[in-house]
């Protein structure tokens, strides 16, 4: 089978969009018009996190349709999407991550850990939490946060 048909049978496979929880939009996303280009950075993660948002930007819940796009530099982000406690080794690279994004630059600490460091909480390699090192706009709470709230988190930015 041509990969042309294949696409045409398969149909689309993103879950239908739900309704968007009536947040309001923080002063800073509105101004970037419902496109958030994001940054991910690991600062200590089990990687728990990670697999979720790599769901959240997969086919099925697809955060991309609501205006939230991955990029590969902190230079190109106008969002850190930040997981795990920041680690002793990680702390000066998030620090630095920080200041490389243009402003109005946001921070969204993913997960209890980047929240208040979670179960890794007084480990011996463990700074503290992201605010601890750089301001956080958005928080998403869970052990790890399931896509749907990943996503949702994302369209409180973007407002789509
Ligand atoms: S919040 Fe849970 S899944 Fe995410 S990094 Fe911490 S321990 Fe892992």
Same mark, same amino acid.
């Given at each position: 089978?041509?990969?042309?048909?294949?696409?045409?049978?398969? !149909?689309?496979?993103?879950?239908?969009?739900?309704?968007?929880?009536?947040?309001?939009?923080?002063?800073?996303?509105?101004?970037?018009?419902?496109?958030?280009?994001?940054?991910?950075? +690991?600062?200590?993660?089990?990687?728990?996190?990670?697999?979720?948002?790599?769901?959240?930007?997969?086919?099925?819940?697809?955060?991309? @349709?609501?205006?939230?796009?991955?990029?590969?530099?902190?230079?190109?982000? +106008?969002?850190?999407?930040?997981?795990?406690?920041?680690? @002793?080794?990680?702390?000066?690279?998030?620090?630095?991550?920080?200041?490389?994004?243009?402003?109005?630059?946001?921070?969204?600490?993913?997960?209890?850990?980047?929240?208040?460091?979670?179960?890794?909480? !007084?480990?011996?390699?463990?700074? !503290?939490?992201?605010? +601890?090192?750089?301001?956080? +706009?958005?928080?998403?709470?869970?052990?790890?946060?399931?896509?749907?709230?990943?996503?949702?988190?994302?369209?409180?930015?973007?407002? @789509?």
């Amino acid at each position: 089978m041509s990969l042309w048909r294949k696409i045409v049978k398969t !149909g689309r496979v993103a879950e239908p969009a739900p309704e968007r929880e009536p947040t309001e939009i923080p002063d800073k996303a509105a101004e970037l018009g419902g496109s958030l280009q994001i940054r991910h950075v +690991d600062a200590g993660s089990c990687n728990g996190c990670e697999v979720e948002i790599a769901a959240a930007f997969g086919p099925v819940h697809d955060a991309e @349709r609501y205006g939230a796009r991955l990029v590969a530099s902190p230079r190109h982000a +106008d969002a850190l999407l930040v997981t795990g406690p920041v680690t @002793r080794n990680m702390k000066t690279a998030l620090r630095r991550t920080y200041e490389a994004v243009p402003e109005p630059r946001m921070v969204v600490a993913l997960g209890d850990c980047a929240r208040d460091c979670g179960i890794f909480k !007084g480990a011996y390699g463990v700074v !503290g939490a992201v605010s +601890d090192v750089v301001p956080v +706009d958005v928080e998403v709470p869970g052990c790890p946060p399931p896509p749907e709230a990943i996503v949702a988190a994302l369209r409180g930015l973007t407002g @789509r």
